[in-house]
């Protein structure tokens, strides 16, 4: 049974639909809005204050007024902010699934586990807001002290994407809160309701006016833009494409700004011989159809042994072609719509390219007729191995297989890709494992695992994959700096 038109009308009420900035929900200059869009009907669901330059420049006045006072609030007060946030994101977990499925397009299922997973950051940085720690020590010369003390960055600009609209946004809110920094969040255009109401929470939670404030809008560049070149600024953190990415970095330079990136990925999935095949499927399934494959750890590469290729390619078609596919909001619905028209034909680009130069679809290889952006989930066999599908994102429902034969062929086919951010190994063969993954270069490997998602662990990449850690003890450090007081001998008197 699917969800009311009652019940979408009752919670899409619920949605601030202003700009947040210095605790105030706020018209966008000149009364400016824009459409959030259902992508599984193409239907508006929302309209929103569409924010200008200069509303974002007075969303960044707030953050850098707040910073002092906020920076100087306790930490077991701030951590209790996170956790008061933690328990209502969870009281209001169906809300927060369904205006995730509504706007992204997700199974509810899946939006279920993002609010887990996503309300997991507030609890794990809750915990981790008490825990700064500094120290004291005598130098080697023993003729002064060295005081070593962890301070808030400043204020941060936080940007998301549209994939993953509760969890990117706790990832980075919940470690700011927790180190005393102050916020500018920019949401990503086509979701941007799940922030709207997240920014509502912690606002019930207690955060001070001016902490956080958002600004959706449809023109990026233009509002993040001069918040980049602004001196009070001292962070940005963006999770997104590699393109973005690497501009704000040229932008940042100017400003010489702490960067965190959390970029896009390329991820292998590497089948060896001696697997348990049916868990291989099974991880294949997770790493590949999560979020319809629209997730920068989306397994984008399954390199099989050759061995094994043709086994592991007919269970793997046969779990994939049983997938049904429909509006999240209908509980018998595995895959949901891509998020628009375009991602849809670009996915469609890939496949058909990769079947001209003489790939074979097991099951799917085709767009669904609308309304929604749909496309059959795919399994894709004897893919060349220049195929561009091999080397770009696909950010869909379809999974490429290649074979080798040897392990050293196993990691040169894994890390030829400028991407580094996951990587999946299944082998049965514990050494093995984790030989390859000295091998590999990645900043994350799912050793028998289909999913390595966790708040308690560090999440990031290495190469065009990104810059810095989210999550994990190492999640905060990205918002604190380290400052040194060197101290006279006490004993000189
Ligand atoms: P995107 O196009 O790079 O957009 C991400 C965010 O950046 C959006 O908020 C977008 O705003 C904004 N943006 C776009 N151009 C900008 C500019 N010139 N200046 C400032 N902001 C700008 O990426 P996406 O399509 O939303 O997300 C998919 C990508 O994210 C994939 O590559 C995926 O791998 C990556 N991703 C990475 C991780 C990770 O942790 N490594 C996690 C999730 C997703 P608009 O919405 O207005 O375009």
């Not at 100087?72 to 209001?92: C, D, H, K, N, S």
């Not at 600024?233 to 999770?239: E, G, I, N």
Request: proline share 5%; aromatic share 6%; charged share 25%.
């Amino acid at each position: 049974m699917g969800i009311s038109a009652d019940r979408e009308a009752e919670l899409l009420a619920q949605v601030p639909t202003g700009l947040l900035i210095d605790g105030q929900w706020r018209d966008a200059a000149g009364g400016r809005t824009f459409d959030v869009e259902d992508p599984a009907t193409g239907k508006t669901l929302l309209s929103i204050a569409d924010a200008s330059a200069g509303d974002g420049a007075l969303a960044m006045d707030a953050a850098a007024a707040a910073q002092a006072g906020w920076a100087r609030t306790a930490p077991r007060e701030r951590g209790e902010i996170l956790r008061r946030a933690f328990e209502l994101v969870t009281e209001r977990a169906e809300d927060f699934a369904l205006l995730m499925t509504l706007e992204m397009g997700k199974p509810l299922a899946e939006a279920r586990g993002e609010v887990t997973y996503g309300a997991e950051f507030l609890r794990w940085f809750s915990e981790e807001a008490v825990r700064i720690s500094g120290r004291y020590s005598t130098a080697p010369d023993g003729k002064s002290r060295l005081l070593v003390n962890r301070k808030p960055v400043g204020p941060c600009l936080l940007i998301t994407p549209w994939n993953f609209p509760l969890a990117m946004a706790t990832r980075k809110i919940a470690p700011a809160v927790a180190a005393g920094c102050t916020m500018v969040l920019k949401p990503a255009k086509l979701t941007p309701l799940t922030s709207q109401l997240f920014a509502a929470v912690m606002m019930e939670a207690g955060l001070p006016a001016g902490v956080l404030n958002v600004v959706s809008t449809t023109a990026a560049g233009d509002v993040t833009g001069p918040i980049l070149k602004d001196s009070r600024l001292r962070k940005v953190s963006f999770t997104g494409s590699t393109p973005v990415g690497q501009s704000l970095i040229r932008d940042a330079a100017e400003n010489v700004l702490r960067t965190s990136m959390e970029l896009g990925g390329n991820a292998p999935f590497i089948v060896f011989e001696d697997a348990d095949l049916d868990k291989a499927v099974d991880g294949a399934m997770a790493a590949k159809l999560r979020n319809m494959g629209e997730a920068c750890t989306a397994a984008n590469r399954f390199i099989v042994q050759d061995t094994v290729a043709d086994e592991f390619a007919e269970k793997f078609a046969a779990r994939v072609g049983a997938m049904t596919t429909g509006r999240g909001t209908e509980e018998d619905t595995k895959i949901g719509p891509l998020i628009d028209g375009k991602s849809r034909d670009k996915v469609h680009a890939l496949v058909s390219e990769a079947l001209d130069g003489g790939a074979v679809a097991l099951v799917g290889g085709e767009p669904e007729d609308g309304p929604g952006y749909f496309y059959r989930p795919t399994v894709l066999k004897n893919v060349p191995a220049d195929a561009r599908i091999l080397k770009e994102e696909i950010f869909g429902p379809v999974a490429p297989i290649v074979t080798f034969s040897g392990e050293d062929e196993a990691v040169a086919l894994a890390n030829n890709t400028e991407y580094g951010l996951v990587s999946y190994v299944f082998t049965r063969d514990l050494n093995r494992g984790l030989r390859i993954g000295e091998k590999l270069e990645t900043g994350m490997l799912g050793l028998n695992a289909g999913v390595v998602s966790n708040a308690a662990a560090p999440f990031g990449g290495v190469k065009q994959s990104g810059l810095g850690r989210e999550g994990g003890a190492e999640g905060i450090d990205e918002y604190l700096y380290t400052q040194y007081i060197g101290i006279a001998d006490p004993y000189a008197g």
